[in-house]
């Protein structure tokens, strides 16, 4: 159960476009269409960006997009806007049916 | 609306036992998958355990494994953590959440914080 793989942190200005990655293993990402996106303010609960790989759940932005390719898994985050400054976590089901996180990544808006 | 209360946090000794407890409304409790996350402090969020819906299979991470013990009450509309042989690593914010598919967490109580030391 060893955590998935994400940046420490990425940065962008106003208007651009990021992505943060999120590495895995053919026994979690890889072989599960079960990765899951959540955004983190300090001292909040998370709030579910993305379910199912690439599923936005009712009222997130359009924004906020992902994708998989192999084990690692993509958020990217369009028209950064200032209020984007957070914490960005991935998850995923694994073949121990349990879940595993990645370690976060810190998203600075310039 | 739905709504995730968490309670039973403190401050306990290493060695000893919690139980937090988590009471949900708003949707269907017993139809959905419920889990527990955790995040120490300054740390990021790691997934501790999770029951299904019946409350017939539990899943457990390996931290918590042998130590912990989650349940639900479905006529309450409550889950629970059992937590034994608290080591001060179990020092965090635990959460509980509602499962939308394949732990995907859709809805997040405010946490409760457990800080073992002596």
């Known amino acids: 159960q060893s955590a998935l793989t994400q940046p420490a942190s990425v940065s962008g200005s106003p208007g651009q476009s990021i992505t943060i990655s999120c590495t895995g293993t053919s026994s979690d990402v890889g072989y599960y269409n079960f990765v899951s996106w959540y955004q983190q303010y300090p001292g909040k609960a998370p709030q579910l960006l993305i379910y199912?790989?690439?599923h936005r759940p009712p009222g997130v932005s359009s924004r906020f997009s992902a994708s998989k390719s192999g084990n690692t898994a993509s958020l990217t985050i369009s028209g950064l806007q200032t209020e984007d400054e957070a914490d960005y976590y991935c998850c995923s089901y694994t073949s121990s049916r349990t879940g595993v996180f990645g370690g976060g990544t810190k998203l600075t808006v310039l | 609306e739905v709504q995730l209360l968490e309670s039973g946090g403190g401050l306990v000794q290493p060695g000893g036992s919690l139980r937090l407890s988590c009471s949900a409304s708003?949707?269907?409790?017993?139809?959905?998958?419920m889990i527990w996350v955790r995040q120490a402090p300054g740390k990021g969020l790691e997934w501790v355990s999770a029951?299904?819906?019946?409350?017939?299979?539990?899943r457990y991470a390996d931290s918590a494994k042998g130590r912990f013990t989650i349940s639900r009450d479905n006529s309450k509309n409550t889950v629970f953590l059992q937590m034994d042989s608290l080591r001060a690593e179990d020092t965090a914010i635990y959460y509980c959440?509602?499962?939308?598919?394949?732990?995907?967490?859709?809805?997040w109580g405010q946490g409760t914080l457990v800080t073992v030391s002596s």
């Open positions: 708003g949707f269907t409790f017993s139809s959905w998958f």
């Open positions: 199912d790989v690439i």
């Open positions: 029951i299904s819906a019946s409350g017939d299979s539990t």
């Open positions: 959440a509602k499962d939308l598919s394949g732990y995907s967490a859709d809805y």
